[in-house]
């Protein structure tokens, strides 16, 4: 609503003659002072309570879908720009190797050799990132752990990427070409770690990172080391989850915008796998016992908000407070290390 400026000047107002000249003026100005809003006094906002989810509500996946206008033209750009480059490496998250591997990347690459790098291997179990090592090696796809953030593991990558490009290095310098430049494209989904593992690969701050999805939106190219180019792409999802739970294991480990989706159903959804892994890490952050694991998860989301002080007015615990830090604890590995998908 807006609000005209009614006030007049007084010279050469008129006098109404019912109010009698000045006197009348000087009613007409108290009058209009009493009904004068106060605005000093803000009204306190009301708080909507919700609706108090239900054991039956973690019994069903929420719609998770998450796909960005730009995601299309960047799938167009992969392949058009697939002719550049001699390899592909793929980073996945080492936590949910299946779902966090897009199969349009797998069918847009095809014929070309393929590294795929199991990021965040130091918040995934050592056994369960072991195991996806092998697997992969079956499907005669190499894999190194890697964790981009510290490090480890990157300095195996260029020898790794060497042997798989070994023939084709031959058969350049058969023809004629003294020290060819090999390239190498890097995908994956949003949020997996593609820019941390370039800054660090090529010991420069020049890919854009962020702990969110969708900050790459352009390709870019980095030289990794002698005789070899990165060309970095965003993050890109695929249009459709066909399993819906792919949709909110990706959300778990934030590969997926948090505003799209419930959060306190999806924390409810991740406290029913907590409670099966039962990590040492998980019950001792939040002094749970093994009975308290009994509980529905919307109760134990209820608990954790208690036992963590996050209590609203009357007492009541602030489930949906609880359950972003449940999220962002679980994102950080202090629930201790989990990989919630087996080969």
Known sequence: MSYKNTKK??????????????????????????????????????????????????????????????????KRRIEKDLKL??????????????????PDIASLTTGKPRIVLLNKCDMADRSSTAKWVEYLRSENVRAIPVDCKSGRGVDKFVPVLSELLSKRIESYKAKGMINPTMRVMIVGIPNVGKSTFINRISKKNKAVSADRPGVTRGNQWFTVAKGFEMLDTPGVLWPKFEDQTVGERLAFTGAIKSDVMDTELLAVRLLDLLKELDTPEFKERYKLSDDDLKMQSYELLELIAK??????????????RAAYTLLDEFRAAKLGRVTLELP
């Open 9 to 74: 000047s007084s010279k050469g107002s008129p006098r109404s003659s019912k109010q009698g000249g000045r006197s009348g003026a000087r009613m007409n100005a108290k009058s209009t002072k009493q009904q004068k809003p106060d605005f000093t006094k803000a009204a306190k906002p009301v708080k909507v309570k919700k609706p108090k989810k239900t054991a039956a509500d973690s019994e069903h996946t929420q719609v998770i879908q998450w796909y960005p206008g730009h995601m299309t033209k960047t």
């Open 85 to 102: 480059v001699d390899a592909v490496a793929e980073i996945i998250d080492a936590r949910i190797p299946i779902s966090s591997r897009n």
């Open 307 to 320: 036992h963590r002080g996050m209590l609203i007015s009357g007492g009541e615990p602030d489930t949906e």
